[in-house]
């Protein structure tokens, strides 16, 4: 914290660092042998952290004020991990838990004020961890055998806040500034890469959610400068006055104007209010298997589980008296939001394995009762007072991601008598909202753009290699996508030109799949069924709206590429006891508008 008040001149500046790695470990090392007769075997590793940041500047003066403030939060690595490296014999239930929960926070505010001149308030917020991960693994080494079951659990939580406050405000200029980075990775991984003959059940679960959010604010507050003792003309006459008394001559005169402009008034305040958030974010959640041989005297359970929320926000605005008519006032937003959401089981390509049946799924994660992953990208922007007001609002939201549940093509499942089900499910929203409004006197311009792409959005439930044996066989894919694009762009020019201009584009592919791929034909003594269910709504708004005395134009346009996909296919040779049914169900819904006004009227 620091701070500066008083006087001509004040400056203030902050800079906080936080620097930390927090592990947990519980590992049966490379070289390491544990006999376990026929006791149970558990490794288990919890990890909580929180790491937190705040810097705070703050400096008030006369002429000059400067708060600046830099909050720097770096995470190299929180992790939870517990492992299975060496050698084991014998052990009747085998647990592996590895258990992360981490909470990030990073604040920065900047805040200059000057009576009588220049105000300047700069924030700068930067959030990284890129190690968030928890992880229950074991890794190739001797086969396993013990007499009862086999579980390995990997859980985690991340969550991430960074936001930025820049304020300035002067008679003269203000500027405010606001800077919100953040790059965050969350990761459940629960893993088998030896052979493994387990007495009782197999199961293989990784539960993770991940949540950041970047947001920077900055407000600048200008007035123009006083036209009374304290302007330059008045400074001028003071210094003539005491010229005259020292050289005795009264006829001594300046000439010229000590102002600013040519017209003799006070130099133009200008204002600017300038905004960034920043968030890149990955979310993973992965169950799997490796080319192993795995004999399970019970199920085999497979399930990843994924909630993951990421957005972006930035405010700039900038303002000046309600009685100023000179001066410029300039704001701008910019939200940028970059997201990748991986959510997979799979028993991967060599693996093989015999149990009572299995249950391989990608499903949602419930996070205090919600269960959708939420994206955005949120970016405003304000001018107004003056003579000229700009203000310009840029979002961005990218996301990708994928949703997958498959017996991958080289590998085989013997599920003997139980039944065996494959299903992958997703639920998203992806927001974006630019909005920009500028008002003048002589030109106003307000300009928006607003962007949501969600490029790859696959949800599946694909069966590709060898099944033999099962009773009932079910393959599903269930999807929701829902996606909303709006800019706004509003210029007002009270005596001159306003000019309003807003682009909004959306972008989706959404595809929901169940499949079965060609290969070795399938025979199960019960039903099959092959489901794949969609649902995709999309929409697009832009709207442009002007007001000027001398000229207004206003331009609005919107655009929208959306595709919706629900697939169901059978592409083996198939022979079953009860019905075979495949079905496919999807509802998309899109719509793009533009809308653009113009009020003019002449001088």
């Not at 914290?1 to 902050?14: F, L, N, R, W």
């Not at 968030?279 to 990843?304: M, P, T």
Request: charged letters at 15%; proline letters at 0%; glycine letters at 18%.
């Amino acid at each position: 914290v620091s701070g500066a008040s008083g006087g001509d001149t004040g400056v203030a500046g902050s800079f906080a660092l936080n620097y930390s790695e927090a592990t947990t470990q519980a590992v049966l090392p490379v070289g390491a042998t544990v006999n376990a007769g026929s006791g149970d075997v558990a490794l288990k590793a919890q990890n909580t952290s929180e790491a937190a940041v705040s810097a705070t500047a703050k400096a008030g003066a006369g002429e000059t004020g400067v708060g600046v403030s830099i909050g720097l939060n770096i995470v190299g690595d929180a992790s939870s991990r517990a492992a299975l490296e060496g050698t084991l014999t014998g052990g009747n239930n085998l647990t592996l838990q590895a258990e992360g929960s981490h909470t990030l926070t990073t604040s920065a505010i900047g805040g200059g004020a000057a009576k009588d001149g220049t105000g300047v308030g700069g924030a700068l917020a930067l959030t990284v961890a890129v190690n968030n991960d928890s992880e229950a693994q074991v890794l190739g080494g001797n086969a396993l055998e013990i007499s009862g079951a086999f579980d390995a659990q990997a859980t985690h939580h991340g969550s991430a806040v960074t936001r930025a406050e820049g304020q300035g405000k002067g008679s003269d200029a203000a500027v405010g500034v606001a800077l919100a980075l953040s790059f965050v990775d969350d990761q459940a991984v629960a893993s088998l890469d030896r052979d493994l003959k387990a007495g009782g059940a197999v199961s293989l679960s990784a539960r993770g959610d991940g949540s950041s959010k970047a947001e920077g604010i900055a407000s600048a507050a200008g007035e123009k400068a006083a036209k009374d003792g304290s302007s330059g003309d008045s400074q001028a006459g003071k210094a003539t006055g005491v010229a005259k008394n020292q050289s005795g001559d009264s006829d001594l005169k300046v000439g010229k104007s000590a102002n600013a402009d040519s017209e003799g008034d006070g130099g133009d305040a200008v204002s600017v209010g300038a905004a960034l958030g920043l968030n890149v974010a990955w979310s993973e959640a992965h169950a799997r298997v490796g080319a192993v041989a795995i004999e399970a005297g019970g199920q085999f359970k497979l399930q990843s589980e994924n909630n993951m929320d990421a957005t972006a926000l930035a405010d700039g605005s900038a303002s000046l008296g309600k009685d100023i008519t000179d001066g410029t006032t300039v704001g701008i937003g910019i939200a940028i939001n970059v997201a990748q959401m991986q959510n997979e089981a799979a028993i991967e390509a060599g693996a093989k394995v015999s149990a009572q049946g299995a249950s391989v799924q990608a499903v949602m994660k419930d996070v205090g009762g919600d269960t959708t992953h939420k994206f955005g990208a949120t970016a405003v922007s304000g001018a107004s007072g003056g003579d000229t007001g700009v203000a310009g609002s840029f979002a961005l939201n990218y996301a990708e991601m994928e949703t997958e549940a498959g017996l991958a093509s080289g590998a085989l499942l013997d599920a003997k008598g139980g039944d065996v089900t494959l299903n992958a499910a997703s639920v998203s929203e992806s927001k974006v909202s630019a909005t920009a409004n500028a008002a003048a006197g002589g030109t106003g311009v307000g300009i928006s753009i607003g962007l949501n792409l969600t490029p790859n959005n696959d949800t599946c439930a694909m069966v590709e290699g060898t099944l033999i044996g099962g009773a009932n066989l079910t393959v599903s894919g269930t999807s929701s996508d829902d996606s909303g694009t709006v800019a706004i762009g509003g210029g007002k020019a009270a005596d001159g030109t306003g000019v309003g201009g807003a682009l909004a584009i959306t972008v989706a592919d959404n595809v929901t799949e169940a499949s079965v791929s060609a290969g070795e034909a399938i025979n199960v003594s019960g039903d099959y069924v092959l489901t794949a269910v969609h649902h995709g709504a999309s929409s697009t708004q832009a709207k442009g709206a002007a007001a000027g005395s001398d000229g207004a134009v206003g331009v609005a346009i919107g655009l929208s590429f959306v595709s919706d996909t629900a697939r169901a296919s059978i592409d083996r040779d198939v022979s079953a006891g009860g019905a075979v049914s495949l079905s496919a169900r999807g509802d998309g819904s899109s719509k793009a508008e533009g809308i653009a006004s113009a009020a003019g009227e002449k001088a």
